[in-house]
């Protein structure tokens, strides 16, 4: 219960996944700091050379790494995580929008496949709902 209802804020669009943290919910607080620990690391280590690690508070998104394009955003809302890819909304008016989208995309592809070989994923399927990550 829980899962599917993080979206994330700040972004004019965004593809998500949410990580399930395992069978055993129960962790110890220092069980569960490493386990973030490690998802972390495993998200910055799929990324392209282009992205730098940020892991900072950047409005309501925890950001773990940015591009001039894109930011990977780390979410938790106490009964689930989620690791997003989000286009950010432009200062002024930003002509990179489409290209950003585009891009979006491809990352998520590349990188949501590599985190369901170690991980179980699910997608968003509407409002406290979701369903199994299938790879593309």
Same mark, same amino acid.
């Given at each position: 219960m829980g899962t599917g209802n993080i979206?994330?804020?700040?972004?004019?669009?965004?593809?998500? &996944?949410?990580?399930?943290? *395992?069978?055993?919910?129960?962790?110890?607080?220092?069980?569960?700091?490493?386990?973030?620990g490690e998802l972390e690391q495993d998200v910055t280590r799929l990324l392209p050379e282009s992205f730098q690690? &940020?892991?900072?508070?950047? *409005?309501?998104?925890f950001v773990l790494a940015e591009s001039k394009l894109l930011q990977i955003v780390r979410l938790d809302n106490q009964w689930s995580i989620a690791i997003a890819i989000i286009v950010p909304e432009p200062d002024g008016e930003d002509?990179?929008?489409p290209l950003a989208c585009r891009h979006m995309s491809l990352l998520a592809k590349r990188l949501f496949n590599a985190l369901s070989d170690q991980?179980?994923?699910?997608?968003?399927?509407?409002?406290?709902?979701?369903?199994?990550?299938?790879?593309?």
């Open positions: 979206i994330p804020l700040g972004c004019v669009d965004y593809e998500m &996944v949410y990580v399930d943290p *395992g069978n055993d919910t129960n962790y110890e607080p220092s069980e569960y700091e490493f386990w973030l690690a &940020v892991n900072a508070w950047k *409005g309501s998104n002509q990179r929008i991980y179980e994923l699910r997608v968003r399927s509407g409002p406290w709902m979701s369903e199994p990550y299938q790879k593309r």
